[in-house]
């Protein structure tokens, strides 16, 4: 315990979570299904997507945004594809059940390719390829939403920052998860700069005039990773997830329909009012390859890859989800540092909805 | 014409590039889809991937690494998936057929993802994914290769800059084409400032020590784009398409057993025996929602794009695709330039391979 965190058992904030979701509605599966994500994130030190969301949930569920008892239902289906309707279900939800539904699909024909269209936060894209991983499967997904980065050649928002995962199963290894954004840096890190009342780099992101800003509180607008790369994938992302499935999120808003999604602000108005829509892959190795063939190549190559010469200022060279593999394995043991203006949000959603409190926590 | 290049009727290269191929053995039908590959690039600007290859062609077909009598094979198949043994063709005709069998597949059960092991030089990602939604498909398409690339944290190559397509179908614009590498730059970047005796920014690349390359010539290694973002995405790329077909292509590299890609030397010595393996996906639009209003949206989301307020120093903001397709408007006309270095290598091969040059090219 610090001054500025108390170090929780993952099981108390667990059990605490679902109380909360419990009491906002959701069936006791789903509730847990939503728990499940916000300690996925926390144990691996993506803290940014843990129990700090609480609250936002809470609103969200409350303004009727978010749905706890959604009418999902699945719109177009072959064999090898599917179009979900979400109803504005709780994203971990309908994307648990979209990743399951790829699974089968590939173990029948090779791939699923499932569409999932008007759900709301997902938390991390991590769990959802490691969830198709644990399978002996390639996982992919990517998501969709308003626009809060700079298309190239721009200096306001035109495309979102999608968030990417990929995952490929490893042996002795934990498998290889990447979990990136389409952004240079993805807003977490400048939520950390204005915490911490730090400048960030030119590069990260444009101030409200289409300025650099220097100031973490003055950034209007993230920059796409690699310019055009960026800028383009995140084009054609929701041209692939949201235009396909008649949900566009960017249209409307440069149209003037639908107001900015606001990186200004508080972090809850900065997502208030949010829509999104996804595309989950799995595809199955086995159909391919021998599986343990398959994976002992990964972690042959996971060995070598870490034997490479280090760059300047690098003790050693990390895989894709290796950091978060790390923390997991801590604070799975140690517990979850959690910041006490956390604790006060989360205080204040227990009382509000009188629900108890974190076990232990006076 | 210049000092330094010839334009030339694109007709009059392209009848010339195919009495190449076809003096090298390709049926006729393959030598026009290698000569249309170069075409297509020429044609839009793109010159690193045109007829400046042909020398390089020549002698890899010659010392037995293209093969243009390949037993192409599908070997693994089901309605929605499918690997295709290359047996070391050439890119475009087998990459075509890839693209093809996607786009039945997609027009059966939604979508295609078809693997390809082991083929040679594929051109640009951008003609195959066009190909793709021009049957009002989505198209996807990635390489891997061996590496020249660092991964985030390492000095030296770990991994490929796999190069990758996206298209989505347009109505009144051309489609959404892109086309990029997971490096910051590609090498033909690279390829300019050397021939133009340009240092380069740190940041682009590494040379053998793994220091900063600021002279091209001493280039080693490419730098990944987003760090951890383009290291990753190419570390992926290659577990779901070449460790998937049991062909890598960077481990053998990484364990010693395969020379590296090297990106100095000459053109021709960097790409000397290489071999690659690619993915290829259609998914049809018509299964989700109706094509015409799909194109309209991805219209519209142009036009909206195009007002956005410019950053400094752009005078436009451009599509991913659009200024290929602005050159290739103005070279279907005028013609295509071409250096005189490239016209000498040309003129040698017609002469070793005893075929008529390029008419009117004296």
């Known amino acids: 315990m610090t001054n500025q965190a108390l170090v929780l058992p993952w099981q108390d904030l667990h059990d605490f979570t679902k109380r909360v979701f419990v009491r906002l509605g959701l069936p006791e599966q789903d509730a847990v299904t939503e728990t499940d994500t916000l300690m996925w994130a926390n144990l691996r030190g993506v803290d940014s997507h843990g129990v700090v969301r609480i609250p936002w ?34 994203g971990p939800v309908v994307t648990n059940q979209a990743a399951d539904m790829a699974v089968e699909k590939a173990r029948e024909v090779g791939i699923g390719w499932i569409l999932v269209r008007n759900h709301t936060h997902q938390g991390t894209m991590g ?8 399978h002996d499967m390639v996982g992919m997904i990517f998501v969709c939403s308003r626009p809060n980065t700079a298309p190239f050649g721009a200096s306001a928002a035109g495309v979102s920052n999608n968030p990417l995962g990929l995952s490929a199963p490893a042996g002795r290894h934990p498998h290889l998860i990447l979990d990136m954004a389409t952004s240079l840096v993805a807003m977490g890190k400048v939520l950390i700069a204005r915490e911490r009342g730090e400048s960030i780099p030119v590069g990260w992101g444009l101030d409200e005039n289409g300025d650099p800003a220097i100031d973490p509180r003055a950034l209007a607008t993230l920059l796409p990773v690699g310019g055009p790369k960026g800028s383009g994938m995140s084009l054609l992302f929701e041209c692939m997830g949201s235009v396909m499935v008649s949900n566009p999120l960017v249209l ?78 801590e604070r799975l043991e140690a517990g979850i540092p959690v910041p006490t203006a956390t604790i006060a949000g989360l205080r204040k959603v227990a009382n509000d909805l009188n629900v108890e409190f974190i076990r232990g926590v006076a």
Chains 1, 2 share one sequence.
């Open 127 to 134: 769990q959802y390829v490691q969830r198709i991983a644990n």
């Open 57 to 90: 949930y809470v609103e969200n569920t409350q303004n009727g945004i978010m749905n706890p008892t959604p009418d999902i239902r699945v719109t177009v289906e072959t064999p090898a594809i599917a179009l979900i309707e979400a109803d504005r279900a709780f």
């Open 252 to 329: 409307p808003v440069l149209s003037g329909e639908l107001s900015e999604g606001k990186t200004t602000g508080s972090h809850v108005g900065r997502m208030a009012r949010h829509n999104q829509n996804c595309v989950v892959v799995a595809i199955d190795v086995s159909r391919f390859v021998d599986v343990e063939e398959y994976k002992a190549q990964v972690d042959q190559l996971i060995d070598r890859l870490k034997e490479r010469p280090k760059a300047e200022g690098f003790e050693e060279i990390l895989m894709p989800g290796e950091r978060e593999e790390r923390f997991y394995a």
